[in-house]
T-cell receptor
Framework: AQTVTQSQPEMSVQEAETVTLSCTYDTSESDYYLFWYKQPPSRQMILVIRQEAYKQQNATENRFSVNFQKAAKSFSLKISDSQLGDAAMYFCAYRPYNDMRFGAGTRLTVKP | NAGVTQTPKFQVLKTGQSMTLQCAQDMNHNSMYWYRQDPGMGLRLIYYSASEGTTDKGEVPNGYNVSRLNKREFSLRLESAAPSQTSVYFC?????????????FGAGSRLTVL
């Protein structure tokens, strides 16, 4: 059963615009962690941002921010002022304890 | 540069052959992981090692074995490769197996089984 769902296989955004990538997850746990990873064509997995479920405040890292809705089990990633270098696969991940589960990914294209 | 090193980067096998993927990290991390990445399925955990001397099954362990040789090294073995094991394999490490600890990934190993 898919624990983490990314409903958008592909997204595109104009350079300098804002885009939001969606992620939902299924859990009965109250304490867990959520992550967004970026995978450029080099194949390297790069952490973008993380969120602790016990924190109500949404995490922010420069142009990247999340909208964490715990009751709805939703964890979307907003990329502001999109840059060409943001083009990549983006994976949402959920970690209750010792197993990090990934979604299927969203391929983001940035148009100049 | 400090990080996670995987070898080989590419490998082609025939059905039934065996091989071992090697992984080493130099960050003094306690926990290490093996994932496989398939199109449309994200990354799926094969095995993990919470600390030296321990290993545990992940989501898709069938057809694989692992060895945590020491704190630095964690190898993945395919005893009798099958076409279904064609995939990109990632090794990762973190300070602890749980919590908000970030996983640091290797560059991946592309395996093709004919």
């Amino acid at each position: 059963a898919q624990t983490v769902t990314q409903s958008q296989p592909e997204m595109s955004v104009q350079e300098a615009e804002t885009v939001t990538l969606s992620c939902t997850y299924d859990t009965s746990e109250s304490d867990y962690y959520l992550f967004w990873y970026k995978q450029p064509p080099s194949r390297q997995m790069i952490l973008v941002i993380r969120q602790e479920a016990y924190k109500q405040q949404n995490a922010t890292e420069n142009r990247f921010s999340v909208n964490f809705q715990k009751a709805a089990k939703s964890f979307s990633l907003k990329i502001s002022d999109s840059q060409l270098g943001d083009a990549a696969m983006y994976f949402c991940a959920y970690r209750p304890y010792n197993d990090m589960r990934f979604g299927a990914g969203t391929r983001l294209t940035v148009k100049p | 540069n400090a990080g996670v090193t995987q070898t080989p980067k590419f490998q082609v096998l025939k059905t039934g052959q065996s091989m071992t993927l090697q992984c080493a990290q130099d960050m003094n991390h306690n926990s290490m992981y093996w994932y496989r990445q398939d199109p449309g399925m994200g990354l799926r955990l094969i095995y993990y090692s919470a600390s030296e001397g321990t290993t545990d099954k992940g989501e898709v362990p069938n057809g694989y074995n692992v060895s945590r040789l020491n704190k630095r090294e964690f190898s993945l073995r395919l005893e009798s490769a099958a076409p279904s094991q064609t995939s990109v394999y990632f090794c990762a490490s973190s300070e602890r197996v749980s919590g908000a600890n970030v996983l640091t990934f290797g560059a991946g190993s592309r395996l093709t089984v004919l």
